[in-house]
């Protein structure tokens, strides 16, 4: 990487991940960073950053810097620093931590620039503004939901607690009918025997007059949990009703926030076409961020649309070549700016499904292997089972235990982040698959070796010869 972080026009500081005092150590930086400092490699490496500060650097700054490094968020900030020469200078600094195979901070990445020297353009500064803004907005619906579950599954405990009472007070009434049916038996008895004596006479009427209290006693009981049951009932029913207004609100949401993603997959691939070789790297990683943004908008909206069951599908004869092939090129270069291998084996079979809930299946399988293949090819191919096609994506990424492969078809489950990091998605990808599979009456299936790789696929019915084909 070193040739590379040497042509960059922007300084550059590589550090190790120890945020304590007196802070971390500089392990590498650019020739822009000497051009910006005055201060060669040598004089740099082994020093904290801090000697780059002066006495109007905000203290303040560099304290949120630190509390946003040990979040194992990014740091974006302005620092008023000193040059060798003495003079100072108003420096901007995005601060990157750099994560390993085992999700822990390694490194962090600095990158620096004279504020004087900026040059971006207008169009990439109110686009950051806007993913900043819907970033807050998607964490915000996701507490927001979290929330509503929340009340709605304590609403639920409380409903069974009530309906159990419900049912213990019918077993009373159950047993108290048939004890007053055993005493009106003997009271019959007494009747027909009036030769016995008063005394037991009157305390048969007693006792039955001791009963009718209790069953009255026990029918008021039965009306309060009558009353209180309705009570619980309206309220679930708000709470329904709010839920439901939030899920809408959710899709409206994820349906604006598609115009400024669209927006920063044109201005990427515009600027794909202009870098050379020695920024592919760089690109691969900003082509990875825009995916991941738009499979997690993506994924929003169709989770929302199943919860308020708007998707009906348009079941029709399908050509998969065209499907496939418009997968694969819209794929490829991401697969190709991380180095990866991406085929697509052609196919003249026609199926029965729908187009639009189809293609989904097969972008989140192969957006999915994309995500979590480091290297190696990633392979979409068909084969033919007697009536059925079986639709698989292969990959070489690291594999699924299969202990584990019943449960990341789960919402918001991740193999590689148990503690739900919101940075690296929320794992509604492979649950959506599970969930469209299911409204289609397709069958989704997993195949994989953790080190080998895995295989997904969706199994779709088959076109008899004397359909007609759709054109996709």
Known sequence: ?????D??????????????????????VNRAFTALTGYRADEAIGRSPRFLQCPRTDQAVTATIRRDLLEGE???????????????????????????????TEHFICVAEDLKERHAPDAMKRLSAE????????????????????????QHREMAIVTERYRDSLAQLDAIQERLAVRENALERSSREIDRSDFELHASLEELRAMDEELRATLEQMEDANVQLGRTNEELRRLQAA???????????????????????LFLDVMRSRLGEAERPIMGGLLAAHLSIRTLLEGMLDTARLDAGAMDPAIEPLPVALMLEIIHGEFLPQAEMRGLRFRAVPSSAIVLSDAQLLERILRNLVANALKYTVSGTILMGCRRCADHLRI????TGPGIPEASQRSIFEEFRQLDNPNRDQTRGVGLGLAIVARLGRRLGHEIGLRSRPGRGSVFSVTVPLVHSGKRRRRY
């Open 1 to 5: 990487m070193q040739p590379l972080w």
């Open 7 to 28: 042509r960059l026009d922007h300084a550059v500081i590589v550090t190790d991940c120890n945020l304590d005092a007196p802070g971390p150590t500089i392990l590498y």
């Open 74 to 104: 990014f740091a974006r900030c302005t620092l008023v620093n000193r040059r060798k020469d003495g003079t100072e200078y108003l420096c901007s600094l995005v601060i990157t931590p750099l994560v390993g195979l085992r999700g822990d």
């Open 131 to 154: 993913l900043e803004q819907a970033q807050t907005l998607i964490e915000d619906m996701e507490r927001r939901q979290t929330e509503a579950e929340e009340v709605i599954n304590r």
């Open 243 to 265: 839920d439901a207004d939030k899920l809408q609100l959710l899709a409206s949401a994820s349906h604006d926030l598609r115009q400024p993603v669209m927006s920063m997959g």
């Open 392 to 395: 698989e994506v292969w990959d």
